[in-house]
């Protein structure tokens, strides 16, 4: 059964950079026709798409976040991680790995790791 799961730090100050890790277990990360993305969720925003990261390793950003975010993949540990810079109180968030299946015109997300609460704070 697959598995992901998040890891980082639950506070980042202002300004600084996050960076969450997310583990794979259970099947490969460059197993064709999956994505890895990452989506956060707050009470203010909702659910909100940050980006993915291929089974090619390609990587497709948020435009709106674009500029301050990074996804790569470490494919010999089976992990992608994503990198947020300058973050502001607005990405204070529980953040999401979610492995997206595509095939043809039919998508879905098939497996998410329980989340990781990151609050920016000072």
């Known amino acids: 059964q697959v598995q992901l799961q998040e890891s980082g730090p639950g506070l980042v100050k202002p300004s600084q950079t996050l960076s969450l890790t997310c583990t794979v277990s259970g099947g490969s990360i460059t197993s064709s026709n999956y994505y890895y993305n990452w989506i956060r969720q707050s009470p203010e925003k909702g659910l909100e798409w940050i980006g993915h990261?291929?089974?090619?390793?390609?990587?497709y950003y948020r435009p709106s976040l674009k500029s301050r975010t990074s996804i790569s993949r470490d494919t010999s540990k089976n992990q992608l991680t994503l990198q947020l810079v300058s973050v502001t109180p607005e990405d204070t968030a529980v953040y999401y790995c979610?492995?997206?299946?595509?095939?043809?015109?039919?998508?879905?997300?098939?497996?998410w790791g329980q989340g990781t609460q990151v609050t920016v704070s000072s």
């Open positions: 979610a492995r997206l299946y595509v095939r043809g015109d039919w998508k879905g997300y098939d497996y």
């Open positions: 990261i291929a089974y090619s390793g390609d990587t």
